[in-house]
Each structure stands twice: as C-alpha cells, then as structure tokens.
C-alpha cells in the first residue's frame, strides 16, 4: 500500500512537471494596410515559488508607445531625442486587449500605474506553487514605425518585430516586471513556443524559431513555427528578404549584416571560424539557428574607427565583417542561453562578450593595430595613438568616464547607467576587468571556470552571485576585492611607486596606494624594455614597503603590461640608473595625442581662428598638455598673430580639477587664465582670471540633467588704446569680484535653469537675478519665459557713462565674456549680433540702459514648427529719472535652440517697426561656432 502510495504521487509529480512547462500557442495575422496584428493566445506559467499567488503580471512591451508620457517616451525625452515626441499619433504603437480568460471566464485585469507597458490580472482562484495557471487573451496590436528603436514597421512596409507580443513576468519570490526604456532588456521566462503567423503572400519570413510547415493560401501563407526553451523570438518580415542562411557544423546563423562585398566562400569560412570560436568558448548552442540582424548590430556595433566611411576605412573588410559578426553573435548567444536579469544583473554577459571578443583578436589578429592602416602612414605613425593595439580601445573608452568622473558600478540598473555608459563604457570595464582578474588568478582558472558556470547554467534562470561563487571555489586566492571594489563601485585603481632603495643585489621599494580600495597591482622589473620578473602585490591599504632581488634590473614599473584599468599611469615609473628625473624625460609632440606614460609630453597645435573682426585671422601656436583623456592638471600657452590688427594676440591658463566620489559636489576647480585681445579697432584688452568654482549634481541620478554651479572669481580688465583707435575710453581700468551660483535642469520638454550674480568693483556693486523657463507641450507647441531682475548696490560711476549700467538688448560686457564678433561696433551685421543676457530685449530702444535697477520678461510661443512670436515687456530705472516701461515683440525663427536662432522685430515702442527705413539692420541673429559649445549638441545625448 504504502509502496502504491510513493508510486502515485511520484507520478503525480513528475504529471505536473511536463504539464507545468512553460508554453505559449499564439495564433497572429498581419494586417499591412492598419499596420496592425490581430493575435490570439495562450499562456501556461507554472509557479516555480513557495508563494501562493493571487496576481499575474504580462509585460506588453508594444504599449511602451502608447503615448508620450511612457517611460519609453521619457527615456527619449532625457536624451534630447525629439522624433518621438513630434511623432503623429498614427506613428506610434498601441496594444487594445479585448479580453484575459481562464477557462472560459473572464478575468479582471488593468495597466499598473506609471508601467503602462504592464498588465496586472486578478485570479479567479488562487495559483499554488507548483501549479499553473492557464490563460487566453484576444488582443490587437498597432505596431510603431521603426525610426524610434529599430523595431516596428519601416516606411515601405517592412517588419522587424522584438517584444510585439504579451509575455509573462518572472516571480521568484517577487515579481520582475519593468517598463520598456529601448535598452533591449525584457525579463522573462523561458517557454515552449507554438506560432502560427499568417501574413501576406508578397512577404517573406524569418525567425530563430524552427519552421514545422507552410501554408499557401489565395492572397496569404500562413507559417507555423515552434521553439522550445526560449526567451528571444524576433520576427521579421520583408518584402524582400536581405537574410542568408549558413549552415555550420555547430549552428545556423541567419543574418543580415552588410557582408563589405565578401565573396561566399570568404563568408562562409568566417562564419564556421566564428561558429567554432563561440562553441569551444560558450559551449554547445543549444538552438538550431541563431538570428543576427542589422537592428541588433546598430544597437551594439563596434565604436571607434571601425565607423568610419568606406572609403577611408582602416581595416580590411573581412576584419571589420568578421568581428560585427562576432561581437553580435557573442551577445545573442549569452542572452539566449544564459537568463541572467538583463535589467539588474546584466555585467556579466557584458564582460564575457568584450573578454572573447578581446581574446578573438588576440588569438587570431595579434599585431592589428587600434589605428589599422592609418598606423602606418606618414605624420599618423609619429602619434603614439599608432602604437596601441586593437584591443586597447576598451581601456581607453572606459578611462573616458572614469577621468571625467561619470564612470558608475557595474552593478547599478541599466536604466539608471548614462547612454555612454550602458552603450560602451560599462561593458567594456566588466570585459577589461574579467581580463585583469584572469591575469591576477592564472592558471587558465577563470576561462575553465566560466566554461562550467555556462554549462551548468544554460537555459536557467541564475545570476552573478552564482558566477562569484563558483570562481571563488576554484582558487586560494581572495577575490574579494573584484567583486566589491570593482564589479560594485566607482573606486578606481591608482598606484605609484614612492620610494626606492637599491643596492647592488636587492631593491627596496615602497608602493602607494592612492585610492580606498584592496586591488591588487603587478610589479614587473625591466632591464632597459626587456620584463625580467613580473608579481602581484597584494593587499596595499596605504602603502607597503618590499625588498625584491635587483637580478640586473634598471628599471621599475607598475602595471607596465597595462592589464589593469588604472586611472593614471604616469606615476608607475622609477628608474635605477641615474637620476630619477629621468624617469620621464620630456617629449613634444604635434597635435592632441592619446597620453604616453613614460614620457612627460607637451603638444603643439597650429592654430587658425577667426574671434573678431578686429583681429581678423589669427595665426599661432597652442603648447599644451590635455590629452585624448582628461587630466587633473591641464596648462595652455597660445601666442597668436591677427593679421588685421597686426598685433600679438593669445592667452594661456592653468587649472587643477579636484574629483569627489559619492558626493553631490563632484568637483572642484583652481585656475588662472590669461588673455589678450582686440575689442575695436587699434583697442586692446588684457584679462587676468584667478577662479575657484564647485560643481554639484545628484549623485544617486547620474542620469538627472540637474546640475548646480559655484564660481568665485577675480577679473582684473586693463586696456590699451591706440593712436588710430576710434572709440573712446570713459572708464579707468578696473578689477571685479564676481560670485555666480547658477543651477538648471535643461530637459528637452521642461528646460529650466537660473543663476544668481554678485559683483563688486571699486566704483560699484550689483546683484541680479535671471530665471529661463521652456515648455514643450505634447501639441508640439512650445512655450518659454525667462525673466531678469537687477540692481545697483551702490554706482560711483559718472551718470552719463552706462559701461557698468544693466543693458537692454546689448551687454556692454565688461567682463568680456561673450563671444561678440565686432562687440564695439554701433552699427552694421555685426551690431546685431544678440547674447540673451540681462533685459534680452531684440529692438534698440531709446533708453538701452539702467544705471540704478532693470527688470524684464521675455517670453516666446509656438506658430508653426520652428517659427515663433516673441514678446519682451519690462521696467528700467535711470537716476534721477522716473522709472519707464519698455516693450517689443516679433517673430523669432528657432533654427537651432540657444545656437542659431533669427528675430525679426514687429512693434516695440518705437512703433511698427517693420516699416520703418533701414529695417534689415533691426534683424537680430544668434550664432554660435564655438567648437566647445557645439560640441554639447552631442555630448548632452551621451551623458
């Protein structure tokens, strides 16, 4: 009985086990014309934990696009991506649900609130665990256009599909459901998959899942596609079909990618030389076919100068071919068999990505150098940036973050990381960093370890933890610090070599620590370049003295192989022979080049720039240190020729930026800056700038635009007048203090920013105050205000001079920091040349000053895409004069916000202006060059 008894319910068991597998059956047919699917299907999920549940949640990730208050769209929104935003309503996708049923009875369910990409289902009864629940929806999706994320229906009516259908969340104690943020990332679990797809007869099909069969109907074919285990299903179907099949002894890889005009057998041989690379490395794909498309490549393709154009490509075209087609291999297949949370704990499908493609050019291109063929041309080979390999880029875009201080743990959710950091450097410090770890532990422990955790985990649910674990059985040695110091913080790596004592058989050194952090650093002996001996130093709080055999040394060095990603190499250096100033020795070299250690360098740049138009073009020569990263201590000296003012021109500046780490204050700033210029024709200015400036931002939201800004700092102004000289110089020479604390938050649908400004002189004292504010309102409409408010603490100047007064339409700007092109000139295109500062008015009216307060508004609406109408209205007090109301309004083209921008003037208080005489000469423009301004435009994408 009792034997009866164990038989029966270890059947019953193993019943539920093959009924409890994950499936989904769904039934889809295109409609082209709506751009639409109409899908019926069904879900069996078991519940894997000890919980009972009352609740399901489904990720409908194709409502991400509903609107433009999804995540989606606010993930767009922080990266000043507009497309979205301007889109039409019809361009955007949506999923209508008809119903969610259970055995026939309908079941109640709504989109959780701030997730409306997410469907929470109320249970008529309650799931057990180890049961399932069984349900079937009825639901019509509106697919997006393709220009938003890469996925969706293309202008000619194609479609690559990723997330177009309903999937179940992951519970393993809670629920794992997130929105939608175009980072490719969907959790869920793995399933049994049964299609059945009908679309029309015109179109082509294709999919990682397996074909069972295909029907030809009149105007339709209808396919059925199955798959078992599987987390990624893309759907693509073309009118014409770009996709090539290449069967290998391993797998089928279906793709797409441009193949550079490579014949098919080149091709093929390089897709069974990947194949082969990925399965000794990864292990046994576990699919038919794996599916490489254009869209997964755009998504993660290689950086640098691989995206160079054709025509001045520095790699052969079977290289560049071979490792797009390796490094999207190496992701899909980490993704489709290793079901780690891609949101939360994605950094080590990353890393083991960046670690094999690293290892694949080592193994296979050795010598390929980071410039290619450039490395070899004339002028080019002399930079030290075609000395370095290809493989060492990953370092360098790491370090990119890392100098400027915006580098994040690997840890932290990638919905929280920066684009540069999600898109490029974070996976690329977990790949160097597993490279460091391997060279520490070696023995080949880390390749055989990872080679076991991939095939004990495939097709399972795991996570890093288990990764860290098993690596940690496998050796003696602590690595700790990898997992806490590197994997899960900022803490960067920065060792020097302090002190050192040599005698003839023996050198005692000491090695400094300057971080908080237990990594361990490698010490290598060198005679002249030849490695002698090469050790791990371990366990450095502070510092920590050794003694070392000399063995014919001559030479110290840290990190000298540069395994590690350290922060700054220049210190790792120590010579014995001689004195140790020589240790670097000076080095010039033409033009920004990416840093070399064992040399102290100084760059020489020609310079030919065009500030002003008394000046004209200068000529000259910039000597700097500043390299391709950023340093602490940058320096610049300038000397210039102005062919027009005949003069000697130029400037120079020193400057130190102290970095801060888990604080809202990140950075501070020392420096001095020199400067000697034209300001009008046979007049020049000499500006001397001491400063001290702290940067905040939140430090648990690298992504917030919030910034805040202190800056303290002396000017002091010296002019020399000409004898040919056509303006006249009231005001003596002068010195201010100027203390300015400007904060902002510039969102592309709520920009904001203020700032406060404190100046003293000998002969006055100001404070003003200016607030900017623009909407962009979901009609596409847009509306902005700024408004200025300033007064005299106290004027000693003469009544009828204004250089020091609050200006109305053209700051004087006796600080000179504006780019003014012809900034004395009083009329002619230059005269018009607008800085929205102080009043921001755009007319010349007959009171342009306040020498005793001002304030003003400006405001400016939405008509018709970029052309707006813009009204300024505002009160100015004169001494001695009763305070007056100045207003003007016109229409302002919007070409290029803050950086070109057109007004034209219609009624001010000095009537209709547009009918007046000489009316081209009210035109007012913005226009910016500047190299470092425009360079934001791309930067604010970024970071």
Do not use: C
Request: charge should be positive; aromatic fraction near 14%; hydrophobic fraction near 35%.
């Amino acid at each position: 009985m009792k034997l009866r008894t164990l038989f029966l319910v270890a059947l019953s068991t193993v019943y539920i086990q093959i009924h409890a597998q994950n499936s989904i059956e769904l039934k889809a047919k295109f409609d082209v014309p709506n751009k639409s699917i109409n899908i019926t299907q069904n879900i069996v999920y078991q519940n894997t934990s000890n919980d009972t549940l009352y609740t399901l949640f489904l990720n409908d990730w194709n409502n991400s696009y509903s609107s433009k208050k999804t995540p989606l769209a606010k993930r767009f929104a922080e990266e000043f991506n507009n497309k979205f935003h301007f889109a039409k309503d019809e361009e955007r996708g949506i999923t209508s649900i008809n119903s969610i049923k259970e055995n026939n009875v309908q079941l109640l369910f709504n989109r959780v609130a701030n997730h409306p990409d997410v469907i929470k289902v109320e249970l008529k009864q309650p799931l057990l665990p180890l049961n399932s629940y069984n349900i079937t929806l009825d639901y019509n999706v509106i697919l997006p256009d393709d220009t938003f994320t890469g996925y969706g229906i293309s202008e000619d009516a194609n479609f690559n599909l990723k997330y177009w259908y309903i999937t179940p969340s992951v519970y393993n104690g809670k629920w794992h459901y997130y929105s939608n943020k175009n980072l490719d990332d969907l959790f869920i679990p793995k399933a049994d998959l049964s299609f059945e797809i009908e679309f029309p007869k015109n179109y082509a099909f294709v999919s990682e899942l397996n074909t069972a069969s295909l029907k030809q109907n009149d105007s339709t074919q209808t396919v059925f596609l199955n798959g078992k285990d599987r987390v990624n299903t893309n759907l693509i179907l073309n009118k014409f079909s770009d996709y090539k099949f290449v069967q290998t002894d391993k797998f089928t890889i279906v793709s797409n990618l441009n193949n550079e005009g490579l014949p098919p057998e080149e091709l093929a041989m390089i897709t069974d030389k990947i194949t082969n690379f990925v399965s000794e490395n990864l292990g046994s794909y576990p699919h038919e076919r794996l599916l490489i498309t254009k869209s997964d490549y755009k998504k993660d393709p290689l950086y640098g100068l691989n995206q160079l154009p054709d025509f001045i490509r520095p790699f052969p075209d079977s290289f560049q071919y071979e490792l797009k087609l390796l490094k999207t291999a190496l992701y899909n297949y980490l993704k489709n068999t290793l079901l780690t949370n891609p949101r939360k704990d994605y950094w080590l499908i990353e890393g083991l990505q960046t670690y094999f493609l690293m290892k694949y050019v080592e193994t296979n291109y050795p010598d390929t150098k980071l410039l290619g063929t450039l490395a070899n041309i004339w002028g080019i080979r002399s930079f030290h940036a075609s000395d370095l390999h290809y493989n060492e880029q990953y370092n360098l875009f790491f370090m990119q973050m890392a100098r400027t201080n915006r580098d994040q743990p690997l840890t932290t959710s990638k919905d929280s990381l920066l684009k540069f950091n999600a898109n490029i450097a974070g996976k690329y410090k977990a790949g160097i960093g597993l490279k460091y770890l391997d060279d520490y532990i070696n023995s080949n422990i880390l390749e055989q370890t990872i080679s076991e955790f991939l095939r004990q985990s495939k097709l399972k649910q795991v996570n890093s933890i288990a990764f860290e674990n098993l690596l940690k059985s496998k050796t003696n040695k602590n690595l700790d610090w990898f997992f806490t110091d590197y994997v899960n913080s900022r803490k960067k790596i920065d060792f020097k070599i302090k002190d050192v004592i040599k005698t003839e058989d023996s050198i005692t050194l000491t090695i400094k620590n300057k971080e908080d952090n237990n990594m361990p650093i490698s010490l290598f002996t060198l005679n002249n370049d030849s490695i002698l001996s090469k050790s791990w130093i371990e366990n450095i709080a502070k510092d920590k003295t050794i003694t070392i055999p000399r063995e014919g040394a001559n030479k110290l060095a840290l990190n000298y192989d540069k395994t590690i990603p350290e922060f700054n190499l220049r210190d790792n250096y120590k010579t014995l022979k001689g004195f140790f100033f020589n240790n670097k020795p000076l080095q010039f070299r033409l033009v920004k080049d990416i840093e070399d250690p064992n040399y102290n360098q100084i760059f020489i740049m020609p310079l030919v720039e065009f500030n002003n138009i008394y000046d004209g073009l200068t000529l000259g020569t910039k000597f700097y240190n500043k390299t391709l990263l950023r340093k602490r201590l940058n320096y610049k000296l300038s000397p210039q020729y102005a062919t027009k003012s005949k003069s000697l021109t130029g400037g120079g500046s020193i400057s130190y930026s102290h970095n801060i780490e888990n604080k809202n204050l990140y950075r501070i700033t020392y420096g001095v800056g020199l400067g000697y210029s034209s300001f009008a024709e046979d007049a020049f200015v000499t500006k001397l700038t001491p400063s001290l400036s702290f940067s905040f931002r939140n430090n648990n939201d690298f992504r917030s635009n919030k910034w805040q800004h202190l800056n303290l700092r002396f000017l002091s102004i010296s002019r020399d007048i000409g004898d040919n000289a056509i303006i006249d110089v009231d005001e003596p020479d002068y010195s201010v203090v100027n203390l300015r604390y400007s904060y902002g938050n510039p969102g592309l649908i709520n920009f904001s920013n203020a700032s406060y400004d404190l100046q003293f002189g000998q002969k006055f004292g100001k404070v003003s105050a200016n607030y900017e504010y623009r909407k962009l309102f979901e009609s596409n409409r847009q509306f902005s205000i700024r408004l200025f408010a300033g007064t005299f603490l106290y004027n000693k100047t003469e009544s009828s001079s204004d250089y020091f007064s609050f200006a109305l339409d053209r700051p004087t700007d006796y600080l000179f920091d504006y780019n003014y092109l012809g900034r004395s000139e009083a009329s002619g295109i230059f005269s018009q040349q607008l800085v929205i500062s102080e009043g921001g008015f755009k007319s010349k009216l007959d009171t342009p000053f306040a020498n005793q307060w001002m304030t003003t508004a400006n405001v400016s609406t939405s008509i018709w895409r970029y052309i707006q109408a813009y009204g300024d209205f505002g009160f100015l007090k004169n001494k001695g004069l009763d305070p007056k109301i100045v207003y003007d309004s016109g229409i302002r083209l919007n070409l290029v916000q803050d950086y070109f921008e057109l007004y034209f003037p219609i009624y001010s208080n000095l009537g209709w202006e547009i009918g007046q005489d000489n009316y081209d000469q009210k035109i007012r423009f913005i226009f910016t060059v500047d190299p470092k301004t425009l360079l934001g435009l791309f930067r604010r994408k970024w970071y």
